[in-house]
């Protein structure tokens, strides 16, 4: 039986796993070059979770399930912003200020090993920050890992939302599709904005990875759910 683990250094929220890598684990555990991954439950860390073929469990408990993603949708993506404009925005980043889950893998400003995202507003609900992929994130021949882009197209969507929103959200679902090559040590853009009106808890946000020309390279569509009741829309 096959076996994946989200250890403790990728979490999300304290305690359990960040979404964005725990839904790349699961894509590669299928093989499925566009998938779309749906969180059942929160990813627990340092825990063994079997790969069947319905879905990978803890125990008795469903935590996530994985389908080949739809094909993409027409909903309108803004601009590449420019490597520039993504980097200034970084002092805008709303989460050094004030952040729900401050030690998250993807985008806190407590993790110190961490991919350091820090997506400010380029835009109406519309954020961007620039990525440097670091060397122990690839594979020999200097590739990102697969579960590390993924992570990179979490959190950026989140931030866009909470633009506007005010409760705090969880990652539910996840669809990503990577069309070029991540390059550790290359200067990236990651940017996340809100891809359509919310409908009751569930928030979407679209994300997309770009090289510092502007060259797309991946991209992601999720479904967000509120944690609590609130927030403007």
């Not at 790349?24 to 439950?41: I, N």
């Not at 709303?94 to 893998?105: D, V």
């Not at 620039?130 to 697969?146: I, M, Q």
Request: charged share 20%; glycine share 12%.
């Amino acid at each position: 039986m096959n076996e994946i683990v989200v250890a403790a250094r990728f979490n999300g929220p304290a305690g359990s796993g960040n979404g964005g890598y725990t839904c790349g684990l699961v894509a590669a555990a299928y093989a499925l070059p566009r998938a779309e991954v749906t969180l059942r439950r929160p990813p627990p860390l340092d825990t063994p979770l079997a790969v069947r073929d319905d879905g990978v469990y803890d125990g008795a408990h469903l935590v996530a399930t994985a389908a080949e993603a739809p094909a993409a949708d027409d909903t309108p993506r803004p601009d590449f912003p420019g490597y520039d404009a993504a980097r200034a925005a970084r002092e805008r980043y709303a989460g050094l200020r004030h952040h729900p889950f401050p030690t998250c893998f993807s985008c806190g400003p407590a993790h110190l090993d961490g991919l350091g995202l820090a997506p400010g507003p380029v835009g109406e609900a519309h954020v961007a920050t620039t990525w440097v992929p670091r060397a122990d994130l690839a594979d020999e021949s200097g590739v990102v890992r697969r579960e590390y882009v993924w992570a990179a197209l979490d959190c950026p969507g989140a931030w866009a939302l909470m633009q506007t929103d005010e409760a705090p959200i969880v990652l539910g679902r996840l669809a990503v599709e990577v069309t070029g090559t991540v390059r550790a040590g290359q200067p990236h853009v990651v940017t996340g904005w809100r891809a359509r009106d919310r409908e009751g808890r569930k928030h979407f946000a679209g994300t997309a990875l770009y090289d510092a020309a502007g060259t797309p390279l991946a991209a992601g569509r999720a479904t967000w759910v509120a944690l609590q009741s609130g927030g403007a829309s």
